[in-house]
């Protein structure tokens, strides 16, 4: 149902935040069903057909450098971004030569794991892994594209990989070697809420119209599991939120649009890019809405649950949508909708209780401008939140904040190293058969060989990267590009903001970034006394595709740069190389990590490269290199608790 709200004053709000407009409210409310409840699947026994079949998911194989990509594939974490800009000039950050924070540090996932291991191998090869971590009860998750696994506290690994299609009750990404498929998963989310002792684990689901094919229906959707109790290996309960926004299902209709032959048709929108928060009355996601088979970004959604229903197992929960693009809401800027407003995620039980209960968001404005570069963020504000388990009236505002400049950064290089597989594919010498020659053959089909080189590695696009409320204050890092001293090239850095709510004002801020090499998507957590972690990529001249952490405070902002693993090896995956321009010419890289606090330790988790081998060793070993990677990438991921 559809309500709209009377001309809501806020005095006391106006006064410190200036709001852009204070106008009258527009709230979608829904109710939906819990779906499923059930244990955690066990991993079955490999599938005798693993290594055949289709290696690529379709649904994903659209090009993230165009927001107008359309046709029957999609981009999945889709930017709107003109950059990149200019750099801001930095001195650069110290490189600490010890580690004393340091308790524990441990591999994660691997792209064998995903594919191989997970769902016996009924897996699509994926770039990137997605990073999901939450942490408590004496238990880490780690959940990345398209794949999940739980330890306890010491890294004792307590399950197997298991496929994120069997943790939500589908069937498989695809049965090998030739289907069929299961629906399409990306962007895990998760964290462990400690008012409740519940997990929550977020992804974002795109439905096929004929599981005998690759082909989408349309319909997409948020699922959302909840622990049963504060065991993640137990039971676990499900609930699905339709958001493809086109009339059907119980969604609005924004207008998205599609491809047919010439011409453009209506058609579903895209819930891109879910990440979460919660406060304590409810639990939230936002996405970024684009037309999913068609040209053009609609804008930022909110949806607001009821965290108790969520969490006591509800047979309904309600859910309410906010559509930043929405006029009638006022919180535009400059006639822009938001993007990538992300959620705050409170420290323990540090709620924001003014104003009936408020969760806070944080959005950056670069990606609009077409120079890369601005000094504003939004802070929105969603207060009400008490209103959530009964009659929902909720109000949305949003305020500008100034800040120091940041801007789009360029793409990262790395350090050079064997890069087995671009050599592969670029090679014309190998005898594959009697007759035939090119290692190129041996990993696709078509013609060859394929130029390839190492390759540039992706850097985000000025998005906010983790918000966290955490000692009465609002903590957010993002990407930003860099023209650090004694450093000819610009890099990609970290800015970040500590922001008192309640006057708009920024507290602390500055830029992390180190010369001849480039940080990469920062994930932050803060603990209840306001000490916090910056975990990110460090990559450059000097460093193959490494775990980096710093800390920070509110005093003196990140301090010394530190690395928790170093990386064995460059970046070696499909992303970026020829011949699979349809899957994208960026060179994939984690489009995010993750950060979690617990008590009084900071978890974090950051994609690097764990493992290296020369082009003989790959050739030779069936493409495994001791299964430490696949013939078509070499991700993995490092998961490091530090006492700050």
Known sequence: MCSRLGLVLRFALVVALLPLVVSAQSQIVRQIPLTRSGPLPQTPPVNANGEQGV????????????????????????????????????????????????????????????????????????????????????????????????????????????????????????????????????????????????????????????????????ANHLDVAVSATADPTGLWNIYRLPVQDDGTQGTPDHGCVQVSKTKLIHGPCLGDYPHIGADANGFYITTNEFSLAGPGFHGAQIYAFSKAQLATGAPAVTVVQFDTADPSLGVQLNG??????????????????????????????????????????????????????????????AAVVSTIPYAVPSRSIQKPGDVPLAQCLSDSTL??????????????????????????????????????LANGKIWAVLDTALSIDGDTTSRAGIAYFVINPHSGKVHQQGYAGLAGNNLTYPALAVTQSGRGVVGFTLLGNDHYPSAGYAGIDDKIGMGDLHVAAEGLGPDDGFTGYNPVASNGTRPRWGDYGAAASDGNSIWIANEYINQTCTFSAFVNSNFRCGNTRTQLANWGTRISKIVP
């Open 55 to 218: 290696e690529f998911d379709s649904a994903l194989a659209g090009d993230d450098d165009s927001s107008d990509a359309g046709g029957p594939s999609i981009s999945v974490n889709r930017t709107i971004s003109k950059g990149p800009g200019s750099g801001m000039l930095h001195h650069g950050s110290a490189k600490a030569k010890s580690n004393p924070e340091l308790s524990l540090s441990l591999d994660g996932l691997n792209h064998f794991q995903q594919r191989f291991i997970a769902a016996g191998g009924n897996q699509f090869s994926l770039e990137p892994p997605d990073q999901g971590l939450c942490v408590g009860n004496g238990f880490v998750l780690e959940t990345v594209n398209d794949v999940l696994r739980i330890f306890d506290t010491a890294g004792k690994p307590l399950t197997a990989p298991t496929a994120l299609n069997a943790f939500y009750g589908y069937a498989p990404a695809i049965t090998r070697p030739a289907g069929p498929f299961g629906p399409s998963i990306t962007d895990p989310s998760c964290t462990f809420d400690v008012q409740t002792q519940r997990w929550f684990h977020v992804v974002l689901t795109l439905d096929r119209a004929d599981p005998s094919k690759q082909d989408l229906s349309g």
């Open 431 to 468: 005898q594959v058969s009697a007759t035939l020659f090119g290692c190129w053959r041996l990993v696709v089909g078509g013609k060859g060989p394929f130029p390839n080189t190492e390759k540039v590695v992706d850097s985000n696009d000025s998005r906010i990267q983790g918000v966290a």
């Open 336 to 397: 822009t909708p938001g993007f990538t407003v992300w959620p705050a995620l409170s420290t323990g039980n540090q709620f924001e209780g003014g104003q009936g209960g408020t969760e806070y968001f944080v959005s950056s404005e670069a990606v609009f401008q077409d120079t890369g570069v601005d000094t504003r963020l939004r802070l929105w504000s969603l207060s009400n939140t008490s209103s959530l388990d009964l009659f929902p009236a909720l109000n949305l505002s």
